[in-house]
């Protein structure tokens, strides 16, 4: 089942925007759930990755330091913070889940290995 995204908008350089994630509990409960972003005319990107049983977590180069992923278990529900925000960050930001366990502190980054795709969020960073 599709994932679905929310929270993207505009925002002005240093601000900050949180991107959710919601899926079914089937697809959420142990499986590694990440976020990619695409700005036009470039590749879908990675950005961030969590392993929704262990909590572990990757982060881009790009992204450390300023994003941060989570989940709640509860309301099956991915997030991305993203603080001090810059113009180079604007993108379609896609949230994917990939259907396999991982018991290591392994996360996949690579677009091919996910499994099921939202439609993205549009983020734009003015400068």
């Known amino acids: 089942e599709q994932p679905v995204e929310s929270g993207g908008g505009l925002v002005q350089a240093g601000g900050s925007l949180r991107l959710s994630c919601t899926t079914s509990?089937?697809?959420?409960?142990?499986?590694?759930m990440g976020w990619f972003r695409q700005a036009p005319g470039e590749e879908r990107d990675f950005v961030a990755a969590?392993?929704?049983?262990?909590?572990?977590?990757a982060y881009a180069d790009s992204a450390k330091g300023r994003f941060t992923i989570s989940r709640d278990n509860a309301k099956n529900t991915m997030y991305l913070q993203m603080n001090s925000l810059k113009p180079e960050d604007t993108a379609v930001y896609y949230c994917?889940?990939?259907?396999?366990?991982?018991?290591?502190?392994?996360?996949?980054?690579?677009?091919?290995?996910?499994?099921?795709w939202g439609q993205g969020a549009q983020v734009t960073v003015s400068s």
């Open positions: 994917a889940v990939l259907l396999r366990y991982y018991t290591t502190d392994y996360l996949p980054r690579d677009i091919s290995e996910y499994d099921y």
């Open positions: 509990e089937d697809i959420s409960s142990s499986y590694v």
């Open positions: 969590i392993n929704w049983n262990r909590g572990n977590s």
